[in-house]
């Protein structure tokens, strides 16, 4: 057993922590993390339950494989009802919080009810209390993070919040760990925000040491590591570029969605590109790349850590962001350059900043910013109602609205309720890119066709991490697909669905995938947790959960016209690069992806699908 | 020939894969709160520092024991620390100037790295080559290869 078969069950209304075994049973159906969690959350929240409700329930949740020497292996994720989205989500995390969660003897923390006053909760091992955090409410993450190490006298601790956004309710709020590793879509933030929770201190001294076969996990987990240590993207690429390396490489496919999906290449691409962290600033003759690091456990180390320059507009006369932090990554650059059209890499790691600062997920914000410098540009969005000139390009104005949407200031307020709602509000719902509500990552699905189906059909809303068919159908991994053709993509998103569901419920990260396949972790996972976990067992726990999941979507309101696009995807030609003339093909891959899931025509999973798998 | 563990921190990610070694190779288990190696991370500079003990040539924890638990594994040169003597007095950790003896309340007693017998898990697992376990003699042999590399001699004929 590889779980610390303990659940602690935290009632904020009443402020007691009480805890109980693991259910065991659910164990052996959904692994551990994203699966044990939801198959939770379903059990016990209502579908309807409106997200920013004392009703709604918000889950932290480690794997099995968490805290242990797999590669990778310190993930955690959040289950909650996301504010921003109305489904289900799950939003994962790295840096260290999730292993000492697991080392203090905890599989997962269930949030219930809402506190009267702004609490933390403090853990030492199997001690749990909730504690006042009156001094820590209207404080960022950073200051947070520090004051509870201070009071707690422990620099060991490790501390998730929330900043100001999650208080404010930005509707895309993260919960942000070691400074800048955070759960970040779908507004979980924005739930631990509305229960007056601030934050979970942890400190873990009793370890994970409950490994089934302790002799075949470490071999099992070596022979993992060399086989990441030994693949291009993960042995190379990642470590140096990090996730950086592909802004070039999407561009250059005429998939990189730019000012607000008007275009799919990005004429400053090459200026915000993991190339241009790696060249000296005229500056003041340093990189802005500091340098790489990892997340707990893991020997990839895609992780950046760099250096704004001090003399940039947005930080002169604030020391406070001098020194060497997190950014930037693949999808925070894209999201507050090209989807705004700014090409200024220092104005990008100032919003980047100022997102793990107060606790926001770049990805909504900059694409929120999209759209409201598209309503800008359509003159429906003045100059008086942005409080500035917000043209798209404009570095200023990012780095402006950033802040003001930290602390929730003037129009600040309109961007924390996302794009959908913003242009919704202003007439032109359709100018929102996204899914359910949930802002588009960084690939345009008119160049990388099974994208659309990916973003269509994710059970968060749009995401690039519940269906990755970048890999296969850019990178060649494990088999090179025509990205620009609709043919076999529904076969190849629910293959990466059911897969994905798998990685994010053991403990590890995802980018393992990049090397790893099911046939890589399923002896790491077996070795670790008890029963027989092979091939055919993982890959049905998998499917298993995405149909329960998109049960509670479907209880929860949601029907197969919210599996679409925005009509721009499919009515808009791609106007340069290889995919020039076409559209996404979603309305043709949709009904074929029902039929490979054995859904009927409505989205819905037939009784014969969920009684295969056991739902 | 002697051997001593060599640390680069330049190459240190902060994975911690050597201090859940470290937990596993001398408690069976995982759990960075028990490792002889910590992995200190300077956030503001992007740092990230693995450190343990050096073995002392003059250890002086060693010399301040008033019961002898610290001895000299001669096989290896380690100071390694004999728990059923230790009476958790702790002089040793104040004696030592690096901070890398601490008391372990759970046994009362004290532990310090032992270069696991000569085979340290650290450096095994260290996935970069951060740490390694070097001739104690020459732990500078990489750095001054890389400098002398870097010396430019007088051009050699062009072919």
Redesign the interface.
């Known amino acids: 057993m590889a779980w610390t078969r303990k659940v602690l069950r935290v009632d904020l209304t009443n402020g007691t922590c009480k805890s109980e075994p693991l259910n065991m049973e659910w164990a052996q159906q959904y692994l551990g993390q994203r699966g044990l969690a939801t198959k939770y959350f379903v059990s016990e929240v209502d579908p309807k339950v409106d997200p920013l409700s004392p009703a709604n329930k918000l889950i932290m949740t480690t794997g099995p494989l968490t805290?242990?020497?797999a590669?990778t292996g310190g993930r955690y994720s959040v289950v909650t009802k996301g504010a921003l989205t109305g489904a289900i989500a799950c939003s994962n995390s790295g840096g260290?919080f999730g292993?000492e969660l697991k080392?203090a003897g905890w599989d997962m923390i269930i949030f219930e009810g809402k506190s009267p006053k702004p609490v933390y909760l403090s853990i030492e091992n199997d001690k749990a209390e909730l504690k006042c955090a009156a001094h820590l409410w209207g404080k960022t993450t950073w200051v947070t993070e520090e004051t509870i190490k201070k009071t707690h006298q422990d620099p060991?601790v490790r501390v998730c919040s929330i900043g100001r956004a999650g208080e404010n309710g930005v509707l895309y709020a993260c919960i942000v760990n070691d400074?800048h590793r955070a759960a970040g879509r779908s507004g979980v933030g924005t739930v631990m925000g509305s229960k007056n929770l601030k934050a979970v201190a942890v400190r873990?001294?009793?370890?994970?040491?409950q490994i089934k076969d302790?002799k075949a996990f470490m071999a099992a987990t070596a022979a993992g590591?060399k086989v990441l240590?030994e693949n291009a993207v993960t042995g190379q690429g990642l470590?140096t570029y990090g996730t950086q390396v592909l802004m070039n490489v999407i561009n250059e496919m005429g998939a990189l969605p730019t000012r607000n999906h008007r275009d799919v290449q990005f004429e400053d691409a090459r200026k915000i590109s993991a190339e241009a962290m790696h060249e000296k600033r005229p500056t003041d003759g340093k990189t802005h790349l500091?340098?790489?690091?990892?997340?707990?456990?893991?020997?990839i180390?895609c992780?950046r850590?760099s250096?704004i320059d001090e003399t940039h507009f947005s930080v002169v006369n604030k020391p406070e962001y001098w020194?060497?932090?997190g950014g930037l990554e693949y999808e925070a650059a894209w999201a507050l350059g090209a989807a705004n059209g700014v090409g200024d890499l220092e104005a990008l790691q100032y919003a980047n900043l100022i997102c793990n600062e107060d606790g926001f997920d770049p990805i909504s914000f900059g694409a929120t910013v999209g759209a409201a410098m598209e309503l800008y540009d359509l003159g429906i969005l003045k100059a008086s109602d942005i409080g500035m000139e917000a043209p798209f390009g404009s570095a200023k104005a990012l780095c402006e609205l950033a802040r003001m949407t930290a602390v929730g200031e003037g129009f600040g307020k309109e961007l924390g309720i996302g794009s959908a709602r913003l242009c919704e509000k202003h007439g032109k719902p359709e100018l929102s890119m996204g899914v359910k509500k949930q802002e588009f990552p960084a690939y345009d699905s008119r160049g990388i066709q099974g994208m659309g189906l990916a973003y269509a059909t994710s059970n968060r809303g749009a995401c690039h991490l519940r269906g990755y068919t970048v890999a296969s159908e850019v990178l060649g991994i494990p088999v090179k697909t025509d990205p620009l053709v609709t043919e076999g993509k529904a076969g190849l998103v629910k293959a990466f669905q059911d897969a994905t569901a798998v990685f994010d419920s053991s403990g590890l990260c995802i980018f393992t995938s990049f090397a790893w396949s099911l046939a890589d972790i399923q002896p790491q996972i077996d070795a670790a947790c008890e029963g027989d976990w092979t091939m055919e067992k993982l890959n049905e726990v998998g499917e298993r959960i995405w149909n329960l999941e998109r049960q509670f979507n479907l209880a929860a309101g949601f029907t197969a016209k919210d599996d679409d696009l925005p009509p721009r995807l499919k009515t808009e030609p791609a106007k340069t690069g290889p995919a020039k003339g076409l559209v996404n093909g979603i309305d043709k891959m949709r009904p074929e992806y029902y039929a490979e899931r054995g859904w009927d025509a409505n989205g819905k999973p037939t009784g014969e699908t969920l009684k295969r798998l056991g739902l | 020939m002697q051997k001593s563990l060599h640390i680069d921190a330049n190459k240190c990610t902060g994975c911690l894969q050597c201090e859940m070694a470290c937990s596993y190779e001398n408690y069976g288990v995982f759990n960075i709160a028990k490792s002889r190696i910590k992995v200190f991370n300077f956030e503001h500079e992007g740092r990230k520092v693995p450190y343990t003990c050096t073995q002392c040539a003059e250890a002086w924890c060693l010399n301040a024991c008033p019961v002898d638990a610290i001895r000299i594994d001669a096989a290896t040169g380690a100071k390694v620390v004999h728990e059923a003597t230790c009476v958790g007095c702790k002089v040793c950790t104040i004696a030592c100037p690096f901070g890398t003896v601490n008391y372990v309340a759970e046994t009362g007693k004290v532990q310090k790295c032992d270069l696991c017998g000569g085979d340290p898990a650290c450096a095994t697992a260290c996935p970069t080559g951060a740490i390694t376990y070097v001739d104690a003699d020459w732990t500078g042999l990489d750095k001054m290869r890389a400098w002398a590399g870097k010396t430019d001699t007088s051009p050699r004929a062009s072919a």
Do not use: D, E, H, W
Not at chain 1, 204 to 209: F, I, K, M
Not at chain 1, 290 to 299: I, S, Y
């Open positions: 805290g242990t020497p590669s260290y292993a080392f060991q400074l873990g001294t009793t370890g994970a040491g302790p590591k240590a470590p500091v340098t790489n690091a990892a997340c707990f456990g893991c020997t180390a992780g850590i250096r020194g060497a932090s």
